[in-house]
T-cell receptor
Framework: DGGITQSPKYLFRKEGQNVTLSCEQN?????MYWYRQDPGQGLRLIYY???????QKGDIAEGYSVSREKKESFPLTVTSAQKNPTAFYLCASSIAQLNTEAFFGQGTRLTVV | DQQVKQNSPSLSVQEGRISILNCDYTNSMFDYFLWYKKYPAEGPTFLIS?????DKNEDGRFTVFLNKSAKHLSLHIVPSQPGDSAVYFCAARAGGTSYGKLTFGQGTILTVHP
């Protein structure tokens, strides 16, 4: 079955620690994205990548870093510089074509204590 | 600066009746609009979309209407079913940007009562 896999589903970290969220897709999509959702808010774009070895900042990139070494993988690192890291993180992918939807993974709930 | 707004945080509808979810936007560069449905602790799933060259798109029980002059779109669900109860997000993409680089509204919680 093709899809987007995010792992783990729940993640707990101590304040001050970096943590990396995994996102893998087997849809052969060129573009991948990371969004963040906070309670009562819509999804906000953190980073996106349209091709391997290239990525751009989204609207709220501060305190986050990404890499795109393989087409299938787009891991997100939440660094200690992110002031409010506790949130629901969603990875998405899409084909490189206009007027097409993005497909989302099941999300990772990160809690920093 | 909230470029996509869903002003109704929640909507309650009786089973079998019509559900109308509304969305307003401010960025005139948006040319593609989507609706996603989301259950708690899950990723959003795509429902329906519309290009700015159209004013209506239908898919089964779901119809999206776009009023470009008013910068307004709406999602109609007819008839509503209890399984439709979820959070609905409106999203928009600006022309010339990355394909999945979407701007989302805050979401509307739809509850369909049996």
């Amino acid at each position: 079955d093709g899809g987007i896999t995010q792992s783990p589903k729940y993640l707990f970290r101590k304040e001050g620690q970096n943590v990396t969220l995994s996102c893998e897709q087997n849809l052969n999509h060129d573009a991948m994205y990371w969004y963040r959702q906070d309670p009562g808010q819509g999804l906000r774009l953190i980073y996106y990548s349209q091709i391997v070895n290239d990525f751009q900042k989204g609207d709220i990139a501060e305190g986050y870093s990404v890499s795109r070494e393989k087409k299938e993988s787009f891991p997100l690192t939440v660094t200690s510089a992110q002031k409010n890291p506790t949130a629901f993180y969603l990875c998405a992918s899409s084909i490189a074509q206009l007027n097409t939807e993005a497909f989302f993974g099941q999300g990772t709930r990160l809690t920093v204590v | 600066d909230q470029q996509v707004k869903q002003n109704s945080p929640s909507l309650s509808v009786q089973e079998g009746r019509i559900s109308i979810l509304n969305c307003d936007y401010t960025n005139s560069m948006f040319d593609y609009f989507l609706w996603y449905k989301k259950y708690p602790a899950e990723g959003p799933t795509f429902l329906i979309s519309i290009s700015s060259i159209k004013d209506k798109n239908e898919d089964g029980r779901f119809t999206v209407f776009l009023n470009k002059s008013a910068k307004h779109l709406s999602l109609h669900i007819v008839p509503s079913q209890p399984g439709d109860s979820a959070v609905y997000f409106c999203a928009a993409r600006a022309g010339g940007t990355s394909y999945g680089k979407l701007t989302f509204g805050q979401g509307t919680i739809l509850t369909v009562h049996p």
